[in-house]
């Protein structure tokens, strides 16, 4: 930056080739030598960007002499490089973008101040939805079926990446955005002119999708933030952010055969949850971590936030420089990276051990194939447990009524295990009761089992469907298919059951939907297409699809029989994400698993299934198959990868990445530095943020007379919280869209829709599996109208349009970990346009916290031990909130909160403030940071 202060002297040159860059060095300051390789990255930034005012010496020192035994308290601002979007929550982000153009121009300001300032790209990958499957065209259909759906959203997409400088866009069937990031657009050293000068430093990002830090293991530093964060940094506006700790998990061993990448990942995410790190970076050390391929270590970085942490990365090393290679990076830019990470001592070394606040140690060689479920991508479940394990869980899953005997499954658990043995998931919220199907090919304790199986007719052939049938196995989500070893080992597997004859049962709904066609190429090099596809796994796009949501309806028949029959089917899928209500929802249990188990789980067809004990059916011959005889030799995997896979896959499918197909190209483009909007979108309309905005902002003031829109329990999820999924006819947004002319097979997902608040508001808290504790026993988007005294649940959204009609602010309360999951910036706008003033809640995942300030909502704690249910808060109650005035000056470490009960009994308590920066603060005090950064851009 041209006003760089550079009062340590720093600024520096280094020389590459015949190529010279301007450089700030950060090995002369105290205490950097032996720093955590991800705060030297941010140590650098914060040279670079000193300016005596955000950024002051005061603030370098505190990090280059980063105590590691402190909790944080020191505010630093971090200028990302550049920001990467998807669809799904980058549309939104420039529908803002467009809207604060207009609002430049209403408040006298020049509308092209409103453009990024840092590098924006956007990946479209989340609005590709499996309606095809298991057919040669899927792919071609599931593209026109798509372009069909969101004409009006690539069209305005199209619209921004002419009308905003330094915005591009890599269009729709090209890939999924975080290994299109790790596979191209990732620099690792980025490069600018800077008054006349080539500068080079750290390649650093935000990204609009938790799992941006997928990138870390490229030694990227970079993590998942809100839309309006991303927005606001796309605008050259700083991440306000508090010096984290940082945890160092070394790395011993090497991962043992019959074990896979993804296996490593689950049992990272359980350990690290278990330790506890959010809000800290987790950092990667040891001799071990040579050994770690670079697809392995983009896998366990693509996980941070299953972690919780705000990074999980790698340092630079050899295996970061032979990826860029074989990715098709240039000589000169490789060059740059070894050069740059070598001078700055961001190359790993392994005989140094950073300081570290905590550690941790994983020897890879303990790792034992593994998947995760039924709900949580932490409840990690040995694959020689898995059978039992889901009947210990299933148990949460079926109703009483539909010939289920609790005593039988009691009895079959009793045999498996001795008393203390027992699986021990305590993570479900439910009582109900469950039974055993007798489905699997080899049934064991048949006499014990007591279920009501539906027989369907499937392509003619009738089938019984049961509990823990596989209704979705899918290889898909960024996590796994950047991944070649566990990708080919799946090809693999296929490839030796179709040999022996094994085939799928005809319940199974099958995909293949990979990161980047630079997977289709390798598959298609080493002939495996055909292996894949003769088990159904054809390709049926390049997206995120069933990892987000986007599984498409399961079989017909098998839908019905399973909602007539309140079936607990299963689904198995290669992703990173199997909250409740996300991935179909027909489906009540969801597995995560890597690619080559998903083969097996589909071949199965059950979750009621022991590998070691159990056949996958007989060969051409009459002999059993088991899973052991047809699992892929690891070497042999390696060899094919090696035969397969080459710089010039990459080169080609990404030498014009941003061109897009015909489709794309022939898309009519309005022109114009603002947009002009359609009365009739229902996909792109243009928000309310910015009505009736004045120059200066008004004084902060208190909340009274409010009442309780939702009461909820603990690990609420942004997936609770945020409109995802199909849209319900009977819904507030399925009826604002009839009502609005849009027929049914119309409708398209809430992800789709992002750019219309009307639909994501009216989707907000509709979650079907979002339990409100204002009402028993009902579950979905419904609450209490407290004004009218009637216990008959409404809608969420109806009762927030009644309580604003009366002029009444609205509160949520809720439990542990709020706001836990992806990093969706709806989850905030949806509940400040909601009409919500404050959140109480007992603690809260880092991004939300950070978006709903962002939002103007206001973020409480209880006071520590306490909770809603301490305080006798039943939700009923009118709440007022006094002492947030004090934000006009400062941060306040409370304020006072009196919940009146309708007898007039008060129950009182001091709610700690959760603003913990001064930057927050101001962001709060502006009622938004799309309305700060705005005004600052006015004045400028």
Same mark, same amino acid.
């Given at each position: 930056?041209?006003?760089?202060?550079?009062?340590?002297?720093?600024?520096?040159?280094?020389?590459?080739?015949?190529?010279?860059?301007?450089?700030?060095?950060?090995?002369?300051?105290?205490?950097?030598?032996?720093?955590?390789?991800?705060?030297?990255?941010?140590?650098?930034?914060?040279?670079?960007?000193?300016?005596?005012?955000? &950024?002051?010496?005061?603030?370098?020192?505190?990090?280059?002499?980063?105590?590691?035994?402190?909790?944080?308290?020191?505010?630093?601002?971090?200028?990302?490089?550049?920001?990467?979007?998807?669809?799904?929550?980058?549309?939104?982000?420039?529908?803002?973008?467009?809207?604060?153009?207009?609002?430049?121009?209403?408040?006298?300001?020049?509308?092209?101040?409103?453009?990024?300032?840092?590098?924006?790209?956007?990946?479209?990958?989340?609005?590709?939805?499996?309606?095809?499957?298991?057919?040669?065209?899927?792919?071609?259909?599931?593209? #026109?079926?798509?372009?069909?759906?969101?004409?009006?959203?690539?069209?305005?997409?199209?619209?921004?990446? &002419?009308?905003?400088?330094?915005?591009?866009?890599?269009?729709?069937?090209? +890939?999924?955005?975080?290994?299109?990031?790790?596979?191209?657009?990732?620099?690792?050293?980025?490069?600018? #002119?800077?008054?006349?000068?080539?500068?080079?430093?750290?390649?650093?990002?935000?990204?609009?999708?938790?799992?941006?830090?997928?990138?870390?293991?490229?030694?990227?530093?970079?993590? +998942?933030?809100?839309?309006?964060?991303?927005?606001?940094?796309?605008?050259?506006?700083?991440?306000?952010?508090?010096?984290?700790?940082?945890?160092?998990?070394?790395?011993?061993?090497?991962?043992?055969?019959?074990?896979?990448?993804?296996?490593?990942?689950?049992?990272?995410?359980?350990?690290?949850?278990?330790?506890?790190?959010?809000?800290?970076?987790?950092?990667?050390?040891?001799?071990?971590?040579?050994?770690?391929?670079?697809?392995?270590?983009?896998?366990?970085?693509?996980?941070?936030?299953?972690?919780?942490?705000?990074?999980?990365?790698?340092?630079?090393?050899?295996?970061?420089?032979?990826?860029?290679?074989?990715?098709?990076?240039?000589?000169?830019?490789?060059?740059?990276?070894?050069?740059?990470?070598? @001078?700055?001592?961001?190359?790993?070394?392994?005989?140094?051990?950073?300081?570290?606040?905590?550690?941790?140690?994983?020897?890879?060689?303990?790792?034992?194939?593994?998947?995760?479920?039924?709900?949580?991508?932490?409840?990690?479940?040995?694959?020689?447990?898995?059978?039992?394990?889901?009947?210990?869980?299933?148990?949460?899953?079926?109703?009483?009524?539909?010939?289920?005997?609790?005593?039988?499954?009691?009895?079959?658990?009793?045999?498996?295990? $001795?008393?203390?043995?027992?699986?021990?998931?305590?993570?479900?919220?439910?009582?109900?009761?469950?039974?055993?199907?007798?489905?699997?090919?080899?049934?064991?304790?048949?006499?014990?089992?007591?279920?009501? $199986?539906?027989?369907?007719?499937?392509?003619?052939?009738?089938?019984?469907?049961?509990?823990?049938?596989?209704?979705?196995?899918?290889?898909?989500?960024?996590?796994?298919?950047?991944?070649?070893?566990?990708?080919?080992?799946?090809?693999?597997?296929?490839?030796?059951?179709?040999?022996?004859?094994?085939?799928?049962?005809?319940?199974?709904?099958?995909?293949?939907? $990979?990161?980047?066609?630079?997977?289709?190429?390798?598959?298609?090099?080493?002939?495996?297409?055909?292996?894949?596809?003769?088990?159904?796994?054809?390709?049926?796009?390049?997206?995120?699809?069933?990892?987000?949501?986007?599984?498409?309806?399961?079989?017909?028949?098998?839908? #019905?029989?399973?909602?007539?029959?309140?079936?607990?089917?299963?689904?198995?899928?290669?992703?990173?994400?199997?909250?409740?209500?996300?991935?179909?929802?027909?489906?009540?249990?969801?597995?995560?698993?890597?690619?080559?188990?998903?083969?097996?789980?589909?071949?199965?067809?059950?979750?009621?299934?022991?590998? @070691?004990?159990?056949?996958?059916?007989?060969?051409?011959?009459?002999?059993?198959?088991?899973?052991?005889?047809?699992?892929?030799?690891?070497?042999?995997?390696?060899?094919?990868?090696?035969?397969?896979?080459?710089?010039?896959?990459?080169?080609?499918?990404?030498?014009?990445?941003?061109?897009?197909?015909?489709?794309?190209?022939?898309?009519?483009?309005?022109?114009?530095?603002?947009?002009?909007?359609?009365?009739?979108?229902?996909?792109?309309?243009?928000?309310?943020?910015?009505? +009736?905005?004045?120059?200066?902002?008004?004084?902060?003031?208190?909340?009274?007379?409010?009442?309780?829109?939702?009461?909820?329990?603990?690990?609420?999820?942004?997936?609770?919280?945020?409109?995802?999924?199909?849209?319900?006819?009977?819904?507030?947004?399925?009826?604002?869209?009839?009502?609005? +002319?849009?027929?049914?097979?119309?409708?398209?997902?809430?992800?789709?829709?992002?750019?219309?608040?009307?639909?994501?508001?009216?989707?907000?808290?509709?979650?079907?599996?979002?339990?409100?504790?204002?009402?028993?026993?009902?579950?979905?988007?419904? &609450?209490?109208?407290?004004?009218?005294?009637?216990?008959?649940?409404?809608?969420?959204?109806?009762?927030?349009?009644?309580?604003?009609?009366?002029?009444?602010?609205?509160?949520?309360?809720?439990?542990?970990?709020?706001?836990?999951?992806?990093?969706?910036?709806?989850?905030?706008?949806?509940?400040?346009?909601?009409?919500?003033?404050?959140?109480?809640?007992?603690?809260?995942?880092?991004?939300?916290?950070?978006?709903?300030?962002?939002?103007?909502?206001?973020?409480?704690?209880?006071?520590?031990?306490?909770?809603?249910?301490?305080?006798?808060?039943?939700? &009923?109650?009118?709440?007022?909130?006094?002492?947030?005035?004090?934000?006009?000056?400062?941060?306040?470490?409370?304020?006072?909160?009196?919940?009146?009960?309708?007898?007039?009994?008060?129950?009182?308590?001091?709610?700690?403030?959760?603003?913990?920066?001064?930057? #927050?603060?101001?962001?709060?005090?502006?009622?938004?940071?799309?309305?700060?950064?705005?005004?600052?851009?006015?004045?400028?």
């Amino acid at each position: 930056m041209s006003d760089t202060t550079n009062s340590f002297g720093a600024k520096g040159t280094l020389q590459v080739g015949d190529a010279s860059y301007e450089i700030y060095r950060i090995t002369d300051l105290d205490g950097a030598a032996n720093l955590p390789y991800s705060l030297k990255v941010l140590l650098e930034n914060l040279l670079r960007t000193e300016d005596g005012k955000n &950024t002051t010496a005061e603030h370098i020192n505190a990090l280059a002499q980063w105590d590691e035994n402190a909790e944080p308290s020191t505010e630093i601002q971090f200028t990302p490089a550049r920001v990467i979007m998807q669809d799904f929550t980058g549309v939104p982000c420039v529908v803002d973008l467009a809207t604060m153009r207009e609002a430049m121009v209403d408040l006298g300001g020049d509308p092209t101040k409103i453009n990024p300032l840092a590098p924006a790209e956007l990946v479209i990958d989340h609005s590709v939805i499996i309606d095809v499957f298991g057919r040669a065209d899927a792919f071609e259909r599931n593209v #026109e079926i798509e372009y069909e759906r969101n004409e009006e959203r690539y069209q305005f997409l199209r619209w921004g990446q &002419t009308a905003f400088e330094d915005f591009k866009v890599v269009p729709p069937g090209t +890939g999924i955005v975080h290994q299109v990031n790790i596979e191209h657009l990732a620099r690792v050293t980025m490069t600018r #002119e800077v008054d006349g000068e080539l500068q080079a430093y750290p390649d650093t990002l935000v990204g609009t999708d938790s799992h941006t830090t997928m990138v870390n293991g490229l030694g990227v530093l970079g993590w +998942g933030v809100g839309g309006i964060e991303a927005e606001a940094a796309m605008l050259g506006q700083p991440v306000s952010m508090l010096i984290p700790k940082v945890v160092g998990f070394k790395l011993s061993g090497s991962i043992p055969a019959g074990a896979t990448a993804t296996d490593v990942v689950l049992t990272i995410t359980e350990q690290l949850r278990d330790h506890g790190v959010v809000g800290k970076f987790v950092e990667f050390y040891g001799e071990g971590v040579a050994q770690v391929p670079l697809a392995n270590r983009a896998t366990i970085g693509n996980m941070s936030p299953e972690f919780g942490s705000t990074c999980a990365i790698f340092p630079i090393d050899g295996v970061t420089l032979d990826y860029l290679r074989l990715t098709g990076r240039s000589d000169e830019q490789v060059a740059l990276v070894e050069a740059y990470a070598k @001078e700055q001592g961001m190359w790993l070394d392994a005989s140094m051990e950073a300081r570290y606040s905590e550690r941790l140690e994983l020897d890879l060689s303990t790792v034992v194939p593994s998947i995760a479920g039924p709900k949580r991508p932490q409840d990690r479940i040995a694959l020689t447990g898995s059978k039992q394990q889901f009947w210990a869980d299933l148990q949460n899953y079926v109703v009483d009524g539909n010939g289920i005997e609790k005593s039988s499954v009691d009895q079959e658990l009793s045999d498996t295990f $001795p008393a203390s043995d027992a699986p021990s998931h305590d993570v479900h919220e439910s009582s109900e009761t469950a039974g055993r199907p007798e489905h699997s090919p080899a049934v064991t304790n048949g006499d014990k089992r007591a279920t009501n $199986p539906a027989t369907v007719s499937i392509n003619g052939q009738e089938v019984e469907v049961d509990h823990g049938h596989v209704v979705i196995a899918s290889i898909t989500s960024c996590t796994n298919t950047s991944n070649p070893s566990v990708m080919m080992a799946a090809a693999m597997l296929a490839k030796s059951a179709v040999e022996r004859g094994l085939t799928v049962p005809p319940w199974v709904k099958t995909s293949m939907a $990979p990161g980047s066609k630079v997977v289709t190429g390798y598959f298609e090099k080493a002939g495996m297409w055909p292996y894949l596809e003769k088990l159904g796994f054809h390709l049926v796009g390049y997206g995120c699809t069933t990892c987000i949501g986007n599984s498409g309806p399961i079989i017909e028949e098998v839908s #019905e029989a399973v909602n007539a029959n309140d079936l607990a089917v299963t689904s198995v899928l290669s992703g990173n994400r199997n909250f409740e209500g996300r991935i179909n929802p027909d489906v009540k249990m969801n597995y995560l698993a890597s690619p080559p188990l998903v083969i097996a789980y589909a071949l199965a067809g059950t979750m009621d299934f022991d590998f @070691e004990a159990q056949a996958l059916g007989v060969d051409t011959e009459g002999n059993e198959v088991f899973l052991k005889d047809i699992w892929p030799n690891p070497d042999e995997v390696e060899a094919t990868i090696a035969s397969s896979i080459s710089s010039e896959m990459f080169t080609e499918d990404y030498a014009d990445v941003f061109a897009g197909d015909e489709r794309w190209q022939a898309l009519s483009t309005p022109d114009g530095d603002t947009f002009e909007w359609v009365d009739d979108s229902t996909y792109v309309r243009k928000p309310p943020y910015f009505e +009736g905005m004045q120059a200066e902002p008004a004084p902060v003031e208190d909340v009274s007379g409010a009442r309780v829109l939702a009461k909820l329990g603990d690990s609420v999820t942004t997936d609770h919280i945020s409109p995802a999924g199909s849209i319900k006819a009977d819904s507030p947004a399925g009826r604002y869209l009839s009502e609005h +002319g849009i027929e049914r097979k119309n409708f398209n997902s809430y992800g789709s829709r992002r750019g219309n608040h009307e639909v994501m508001i009216r989707g907000t808290f509709a979650n079907i599996r979002l339990r409100n504790q204002l009402l028993d026993g009902v579950e979905g988007g419904f &609450t209490r109208n407290l004004l009218d005294g009637s216990t008959e649940p409404v809608s969420i959204y109806d009762a927030a349009q009644a309580y604003a009609e009366a002029g009444v602010p609205l509160v949520i309360l809720t439990g542990k970990e709020y706001g836990s999951g992806s990093s969706r910036d709806w989850a905030a706008k949806g509940t400040r346009l909601l009409g919500v003033k404050v959140v109480i809640a007992e603690s809260y995942e880092r991004i939300h916290r950070s978006n709903l300030i962002g939002m103007g909502v206001l973020p409480l704690e209880y006071p520590s031990g306490q909770t809603a249910e301490s305080l006798g808060l039943d939700g &009923t109650e009118t709440f007022s909130f006094t002492g947030i005035t004090a934000l006009n000056d400062g941060i306040p470490e409370t304020v006072h909160v009196v919940a009146e009960k309708e007898g007039g009994e008060k129950v009182e308590f001091d709610a700690v403030v959760r603003i913990d920066t001064p930057g #927050e603060a101001d962001y709060y005090r502006n009622d938004g940071i799309l309305q700060y950064v705005l005004r600052s851009l006015v004045s400028a």
